[in-house]
């Protein structure tokens, strides 16, 4: 029968500290790994900066300005100001599924109060500007 002492034994720990690091590791690469840069979808562009700024424009028009993170496979997105900007209480922060692929970024819904701005993001995949 397994105890409490053989499960902390030095194999059984040494497992569980490698489980951790591992799980650890994949979700900081995975954030670490986020792709910046310049995205398009229908004329409309989204850019996103080292120092976790985000801009949206159409043409040379800034229509929000914002702050984002990234946790592993998560990105949020918090609207600060633009003409279309959600700043409403509530409705300031979404959080996205991401993925990038073929040039491609890919968001998908996990949290937004603010429906126009999730439907924006999630339309198609982004394409990656050069």
């Known amino acids: 029968m397994i105890n409490r002492a053989n499960l902390l034994s030095s194999p059984f720990r040494a497992l569980i500290l490698v489980t951790c690091a591992a799980v650890g590791a994949t979700i900081a690469f995975a954030a670490a790994d986020f792709p910046l840069g310049s995205y ?4 409309y562009a989204i850019v996103f900066a080292d ?9 040379d028009e800034v229509l929000v300005e914002g702050e984002y993170t990234v946790k592993g496979d998560r990105l ?4 600060k100001h633009g003409p279309i900007a959600c700043t409403r209480e509530g409705q300031e922060t979404g959080t ?12 998908s819904k996990v949290e937004d109060k603010c429906e126009g701005r999730a439907a924006a993001m ?9």
Do not use: C, S
């Open 51 to 59: 120092e976790g700024k985000f801009r949206v424009n159409k043409g």
């Open 40 to 43: 398009a979808i229908e004329g």
């Open 122 to 130: 999630t339309a198609r995949p982004w394409k990656r500007k050069k």
């Open 96 to 107: 996205y599924g991401w993925k990038y692929e073929g040039e491609a970024l890919t968001l």
């Open 76 to 79: 949020q997105l918090t609207d």
